[in-house]
C-alpha cells in the first residue's frame, strides 16, 4: 500500500514556528480524498490535528491546536502543509498524515506515513 510522506519536522524552541509537508507519492487512488494531520506523544494515543478536504477549502482543527496551526493545500504538488505557530512543549509528538478517501476530512484514515518528529523546546 503507498504511504502518504511528511517532512519538516526538527527541534525549535518554544513559541516558535515549523511548517510540515505531506506529500501523496504517485499511485494514490485517484479520487478527492481529504488528508488529515495526527500526532502522537510518547506515552499518549494518538491525537487528530488538523484535516482538508481536497476540493473547497473547508478546514478542521482539533482543540489544542485550533488558532495556532493551519492547514493548507497545493494540488499542483499533491501536498497538504501544516504551519504550526506559538509552539509549545505540548506540541512535542511524531506527527503523520493520512487519507481519506472518502472525501469527507472525517476517515476512515489510510495510507498512514511513517511520521516526522517534532520536538519543542521550553
Known amino acids: 500500500q503507498v504511504q502518504m510522506a511528511e517532512s519538516g519536522g526538527a527541534l525549535v524552541q518554544d513559541g516558535g514556528s515549523l511548517k510540515l509537508s505531506c506529500t501523496a507519492p504517485?499511485?494514490?487512488?485517484?479520487?478527492?480524498?481529504?488528508t488529515g494531520w495526527f500526532r502522537q506523544a510518547p506515552g499518549k494515543e494518538r491525537e487528530f490535528v488538523a484535516a482538508?478536504?481536497?476540493?473547497?477549502?473547508?478546514?478542521k482543527y482539533g482543540d489544542a491546536v485550533r488558532g495556532r496551526f493551519s492547514i493548507s493545500k497545493n494540488h499542483a504538488r499533491n501536498t497538504v502543509y501544516l504551519q504550526m505557530n506559538n509552539l509549545k512543549a505540548e506540541d512535542t509528538a511524531v506527527y503523520y498524515c493520512?487519507?481519506?478517501?472518502?472525501?469527507?476530512?472525517?476517515?476512515?484514515?489510510?495510507?498512514w506515513g511513517q511520521g516526522t518528529q517534532v520536538t519543542v523546546s521550553s
Open positions: 493520512a487519507a481519506d478517501l472518502t472525501g469527507r476530512g472525517s476517515g476512515p484514515w489510510d495510507h
Open positions: 482538508i478536504r481536497w476540493r473547497g477549502s473547508n478546514a
Open positions: 504517485s499511485g494514490m487512488p485517484d479520487t478527492a480524498y481529504a
